[in-house]
């Protein structure tokens, strides 16, 4: 099952912050989560596992709470080239599948 | 290093034709994965393969779609009878170790398959 992000979309202006939400109906072990330029491949950006470990980039802070199965991604003083879409992706299946959910679009403004 | 690549980056096909899509993985890379990525979407999982095992191909869309990783690195991705349904962005991925929950996918740059 899709995991649930939200917003769809934000607009902010350079320096300023967001955060990305995902949930999942599910229990999850993991949430991974990717950054999509347009027209470019997405590019890893953390993983978060149960436990409370983590795995991914250094300029970017995430958190995964378990029993509401959701997580939220931080971005603070927000640049330029933060801007593109935000997916978050969950094992799910046999564990084999990386489910993604249906992204949300960041713009960074000057 | 050199990361995943794609071959070819675009496509286009009439409705009926066959096509093949390359991935070429990190050296060393177990895992790859195909994902078919819509419009507006996340990418959707196809299929994924453990060295030249394909352990799931629960989410490939009909028998017309058909991968194989046959020496464990390059992969082929064969779309036979394309539909104009079967047009979007292939994307393919790979992973270090065989426990890919844990590790990070690299992505490649995709094919933009379109269907006439």
């Known amino acids: 099952q899709q995991p649930v992000q939200s917003p769809q979309a934000v607009i902010l202006r350079e320096g300023e912050d967001a955060v990305i939400n995902c949930s999942s109906s599910k229990a999850l072990y993991s949430v991974h989560w990717y950054r999509q330029k347009h027209g470019e491949a997405p590019v890893f950006l953390m993983i978060?596992?149960?436990?409370?470990e983590q795995k991914g980039h250094d300029k970017i802070s995430a958190s995964f709470n378990e029993k509401k199965q959701q997580s939220s991604l931080y971005l603070t003083a927000s640049q330029l080239s933060y801007s593109g879409t935000y997916f978050c992706?969950?094992?799910?299946?046999?564990?084999?599948?990386?489910?993604f959910g249906s992204g949300t679009q960041l713009t960074v403004l000057p | 290093g050199a990361g995943v690549s794609q071959s070819p980056r675009y496509k286009v096909a009439k409705r009926g034709q066959d096509v093949a899509l390359r991935c070429d993985p990190i050296s060393g890379h177990v895992s790859l994965f195909w994902y078919q990525q819509a419009l507006g979407q996340g990418p959707e999982f196809l299929t994924y393969?453990?060295?030249?095992?394909?352990?799931?191909k629960s989410g490939l869309p009909s028998d017309r779609f058909f991968a194989e990783r046959p020496e464990g690195s390059v992969s082929t991705l064969k779309i036979q009878r394309t539909q104009q349904e079967d047009s979007a962005v292939y994307l393919c991925?790979?992973?270090?170790?065989?426990?890919?929950?844990?590790?990070?996918?690299?992505f490649g740059p995709g094919t933009r398959l379109t269907v006439l």
């Open positions: 992706g969950t094992p799910s299946g046999s564990a084999r599948q990386l489910t």
């Open positions: 393969f453990q060295n030249e095992a394909q352990l799931d």
């Open positions: 978060l596992l149960k436990g409370g």
């Open positions: 991925a790979s992973s270090l170790g065989g426990d890919w929950t844990y590790n990070e996918q690299f």
